[in-house]
């Protein structure tokens, strides 16, 4: 037997940020999927409604209506924010990106005309400003320096 869910109330200062928020400005779509949520649940309108007319999962609707109701939150906009994701750290930070610009700027190796991606990746290893790195990380970072 499935349980019923709870409705959403907004009050009437939160359905006038939330609809202010969708109609002006550069937002995000999910943001701006969130808020149209809250407020087509405020009306009253069924999940099966919500995902023909937002083209959202229900499983989608039905974290939205949870986060609302569950968390306490000081503002109607905190709900509709994604919380920082977790995921693989940054391997090159902006030290060793220094570092691989201050390599290709500077004079080569005796014997070689010009720095090459593999030598600079060499070059870093060898100062121990990384444990590895790829020639191809090395040109991600000299490509964001153009």
């Known amino acids: 037997m499935p349980t019923k869910c709870q409705k959403v109330r907004l009050t009437s200062a939160e359905r006038d940020v939330l609809e202010k928020f969708v109609a002006h400005g550069t937002k995000s779509a999910r943001a701006i999927n969130r808020a149209r949520i809250l407020l087509l649940l405020d009306e009253g309108r069924q999940e099966r409604d919500l995902t023909t007319i937002l083209g959202v999962s229900?499983?989608?609707?039905?974290?939205?209506?949870?986060?609302?109701?569950?968390t306490a939150h000081d503002h109607i906009l905190d709900v509709?924010?994604?919380?920082?994701?977790?995921?693989?750290?940054?391997?090159?930070?902006?030290?060793?990106?220094?570092?691989?610009?201050?390599?290709?700027?500077?004079?080569?190796?005796?014997?070689?005309?010009?720095?090459?991606?593999?030598?600079?990746?060499?070059?870093?290893?060898?100062?121990?400003?990384?444990?590895?790195?790829?020639?191809?990380?090395?040109?991600?970072?000299?490509?964001?320096?153009?």
């Open 58 to 70: 229900r499983g989608t609707i039905y974290h939205v209506r949870h986060k609302y109701l569950q």
């Open 80 to 146: 509709l924010h994604e919380a920082p994701r977790s995921g693989r750290p940054m391997k090159i930070d902006s030290r060793v990106e220094a570092k691989v610009t201050m390599l290709a700027c500077s004079e080569p190796p005796e014997g070689y005309g010009r720095w090459t991606l593999h030598m600079i990746a060499d070059k870093l290893v060898q100062l121990a400003s990384i444990d590895t790195i790829s020639h191809e990380s090395v040109r991600r970072a000299l490509k964001k320096t153009n």
